[in-house]
């Protein structure tokens, strides 16, 4: 057969080792049985035929030519009755022990010939089965022949006994009677012969396994020459390959148009005005910020500074080391200690359970109440609940008690003296993202995504101490150094969290291994969005005290995912990246009429969704009730001016909005709703219309500011 024969038909090898039997992903080598079995019959049929006529065996009687012609015929026309081809194969093999032992009952003296003509013919056949397990059904094939081959000798040593020739129920005698030391000779012979066929099959198959290997090898090798062959040729016509984005191909076209006569003045001045814009680095930047430098010069600085453009070099301001919060026990939020020392019966208060339980899904969480009865650990509480909520802790195998260690020392992290970047921030934002998982954004997204979004909100401000990039640039402190001026608070957040992470938590600091295990996911009764039963909680009881990693359950391609999709997100909340992340999503849903709901994002695409939503979470005050939003505003106007208080110690100029003797509190939410908030929840409305009730929450409150200022300019008047 040859080799394109083979690669057509495929073969099917079966690998060996021991008790560990693997099939290959190959189909069966094949050969046509069927024809095969009806010329093993015809020879036989030809045997009996010229026997007694050739006289090379007289003592086969041509009479027995019409009934072996009919067994062969029901043998064939029953194996045509089977619907299974698999079947098909298999029963002619067995079946043919039927005409075997026919023919050597009835060979007399020559059937000897004939078992082995027979035996070996129908091994070769089988050779070319292609049947799974072809080893396995050669030794039974082996054995049914043996054992039928001892049948017919023992039939015919009681049948041939007629001396006379005239007894019409007995053969006349054999010349030769059977001798079983020569019969023993020859089942051991086939048993050799079959022994033979089953080191020959499988060498057969592993040679077809090389030969198929190497006809693989060869067909790539002939699709990479192709695909080199193309290249070369596209080389060849083109004198540079280019290597232009997009955006060049964009600007090529407009100039292309310029060169063109037919275009008046004002046609070809618009579009140097295009060509213009397409080639600032300020694609994604709102037009407004142009104008509002001769608008409002104090909002234009203050928008500056948000997103780090355009400083100027202030050398003569001392370097100023901004250390971060220390982890004293006066600073830890009690969480710390609430696990160690609380009773564990009590450590999941029912009112802190029943808030959250009774709120999560709204929009206006009431987050300062849950920041008031758990003494200060809001993100403790919260992030265990949503973990449980989404069975994060079933799917990916963390330990509760592990995870809860974690929270209790990232929360200790957050500065509870910062009025506004703390541990309360840190759980509205987590809570707030997952709302918008659950409400809008769940279809697209896989559960290693919304653990690494969770997990993003809950480090995203990680170590804050309470100043802005900016304020670390103008005085060129030692994170401003590390990191360059570029995202300076945002790496240090990722770069801390996961030192936490990556690095073993200890679990014998007050912990036994019947404490703090009251508090589990089973225990908290949690409806989850996807299912109403409670999940199975995991046993937590560590009765070794050894040191345990968050993420040690997952696979090292998992880890490696969460850690680009954690980075990647905490690193959109950096407002100097703000323009440019709304615009690139409003140019793909303008581009392409809307993102896919149903999990077909492709990986670029979920994450700018993902860093969208991490995004609006963060930024969401002006879009929550006005009642909850003033809250926060008057939280992170007090930290404004804390950072104002050290610009003026320092003797450098005091941001706008941060000076708390010239208070412009309407002035600055009203530009940060029109700048940042609204345009960011309009778009995200356009994917998502049951957000919409959002956009009209920051329209509402912009409303309440601009009707505040306007009173207070008729007062001044």
Not at 35 to 59: C, D, H, K, M
């Amino acid at each position: 057969m040859e080799l394109d024969d083979i690669i057509d038909r495929g073969i099917q090898i079966e690998n060996c080792g021991g008790n560990n039997t693997k099939l290959q992903s190959l189909e069966s080598l094949k050969g046509p049985i069927v024809l095969q079995t009806l010329v093993q019959y015809s020879f036989f049929l030809l045997v009996i035929g010229t026997a007694e006529r050739a006289a090379w065996s007289p003592n086969i009687r041509v009479a027995n030519f019409l009934p072996y012609c009919i067994i062969c015929i029901i043998l064939l026309e029953a194996n045509r009755l089977q619907k299974k081809p698999l079947m098909r194969i298999i029963f002619l093999l067995y079946s043919s022990n039927i005409p075997f032992c026919y023919m050597v009952i009835f060979s007399r003296e020559a059937h000897i010939l004939v078992a082995l003509l027979f035996f070996v013919s129908c091994l070769c056949i089988f050779l070319q089965s292609g049947i799974p397990q072809l080893r396995k059904h050669i030794l039974i094939f082996i054995a049914i022949v043996m054992v039928n081959y001892t049948a017919c000798l023992l039939f015919m040593d009681w049948f041939y006994v007629d001396e006379t020739g005239k007894n019409p129920y007995r053969g006349k005698t054999l010349q030769s009677k059977i001798h079983w030391g020569q019969e023993s000779t020859i089942l051991l012979s086939m048993a050799l012969l079959g022994t033979s066929f089953i080191v020959l099959e499988k060498f057969i198959k592993s040679y077809a396994n090389c030969l198929l290997e190497q006809y693989n090898q060869i067909k790539h090798l002939q699709k990479e020459k192709e695909q080199l062959q193309n290249e070369i040729e596209f080389i060849q016509n083109h004198n540079k390959l280019d290597l232009g984005t997009p955006i060049d191909t964009v600007i090529n076209i407009i100039r292309t148009l310029m060169n063109q006569n037919d275009h008046n003045e004002n046609t070809k001045l618009q579009l140097y005005k295009v060509l213009s814009v397409l080639s600032s680095h300020k694609l994604y930047d709102p037009i407004h910020l142009e104008k509002s430098s001769h608008n409002d010069k104090e909002v234009f600085s203050w928008l500056e500074s948000m997103i780090n453009r355009d400083f100027n070099d202030k050398s003569a301001i001392q370097n100023l080391e901004i250390s971060s919060p220390a982890t004293t026990p006066s600073k830890l939020n009690l969480s710390k200690y609430l696990l160690l020392q609380a009773d564990p019966d009590k450590i999941f208060e029912n009112r802190i359970f029943e808030l959250i339980k009774k709120n999560i899904e709204n929009w206006d969480f009431p987050i300062f109440e849950l920041g008031e009865i758990s003494n200060g650990n809001p993100l403790f509480y919260a992030s265990y609940y949503i973990f449980a909520r989404h069975k994060i802790f079933q799917k990916f195998h963390i330990n509760e008690m592990v995870f809860r260690k974690f929270i209790t020392i990232i929360e200790a992290g957050y500065d509870s003296e910062n009025s506004y970047h703390n541990s309360l921030h840190a759980a509205d934002v987590l809570i707030t993202l997952n709302h918008l998982i659950e409400k809008g954004l769940a279809k697209s997204l896989n559960d290693l995504d919304i653990l690494s979004m969770l997990l993003a909100a809950i480090v995203h401000d990680y170590k804050h101490n309470g100043v802005s990039n900016s304020f670390h640039i103008n005085t060129k402190s030692s994170l401003a150094l590390k990191y360059n001026d570029t995202s300076i608070l945002e790496n240090h957040h990722l770069a801390q969290s996961f030192k936490v992470i990556y690095s073993p938590i200890p679990m014998n600091n007050g912990y036994t291994s019947n404490s703090s295990n009251t508090l589990n996911s089973s225990t908290m009764n949690i409806n989850t969005s996807t299912s109403s039963n409670t999940s199975t909680s995991l046993s937590n009881s560590t009765t070794e005290m050894e040191d345990h990693y968050l993420l040690e359950s997952l696979s090292d391609q998992q880890k490696k995912e969460l850690r680009d999709t954690v980075i990647k997100l905490v690193l959109a909340t950096d407002m100097a990246a703000h323009f440019d992340l709304v615009g690139k999503f409003k140019s793909k849903l303008s581009a392409s009429g809307g993102m896919a709901l149903n999990g077909t994002l492709d990986r670029k695409d979920k994450l700018l969704l993902m860093q969208i939503a991490m995004k609006a979470s963060d930024i969401s005050n002006p879009a929550k009730p006005f009642n909850i939003y003033k809250q926060w505003t008057d939280r992170i106007t007090e930290e404004f001016y804390r950072q104002g208080d050290q610009e003026r110690q320092l003797g450098i100029d005091v941001t706008p909005f941060m000076n708390r003797h010239k208070p412009a509190i309407t002035k600055c939410q009203i530009s940060f709703i029109n700048l940042f908030v609204e345009p960011l929840y309009d778009i995200l409305q356009t994917q998502y219309p049951v957000f919409e009730p959002y956009h009209t929450n920051t329209k509402t409150n912009l409303a309440i500011w601009e009707s505040t200022d306007q009173s207070s300019q008729q007062q001044q008047q």
